[in-house]
């Protein structure tokens, strides 16, 4: 779903396109955001630097992409002062709302989020979780978790399994 690899069996259909036929690096920097398990950010730039990377990669038109880039991560919890510290400074919690707020930093309408809670505490996760349920309630993204936490499916609209390569409910 990514568009990080290309599958040889099925289809994956994105606006009725299959994935396979579109361009990837587009849709990765345009159409979905990705929160990865293992976070991914670079440990050098502060957590600001990162989200305004991730907008620059993408080539995401703004004016003032600081602006933008503090907007994001208040939206997730980390205040200016925060923002202005490098990665390994922040704790887990922290480290993945800046990855939330990098793959919110040009407004796709899809975050899919790999294990985004694996590494939490209980009570970080419940707000990570809180995260992910505004930005779909409030901000209408598509929010597709892939985990094996059941606090995760107590707290998701769907829940689908997957099974022997198929997906069940």
Known sequence: ???????????????GKD???????????HDVGIVFQSY???PYLTALENVILSMDIS???EKDKKEKALECLEK????????NKRILTLSGGQQQRVAIARALAYN???ILADEPTGNLDKETEEEVLDIFTSLAHKDKKCIIIISH??????????????????ITN
């Open 1 to 15: 779903m990514a568009g990080l690899e290309n599958y040889k069996e099925g289809e994956i259909l994105y606006n």
């Open 19 to 29: 994935l396979n036929k579109i361009n990837h690096d587009y849709y990765r920097c």
């Open 40 to 42: 991914n950010l670079l």
């Open 59 to 61: 080539g995401y038109k």
């Open 76 to 83: 997730v919890g980390i205040d200016k002062s925060k923002a």
């Open 108 to 110: 796709p309408s899809i």
């Open 149 to 166: 936490s059941n606090n995760v499916k107590e707290k998701v609209d769907i829940v689908k399994y997957l099974k022997e390569g198929k």
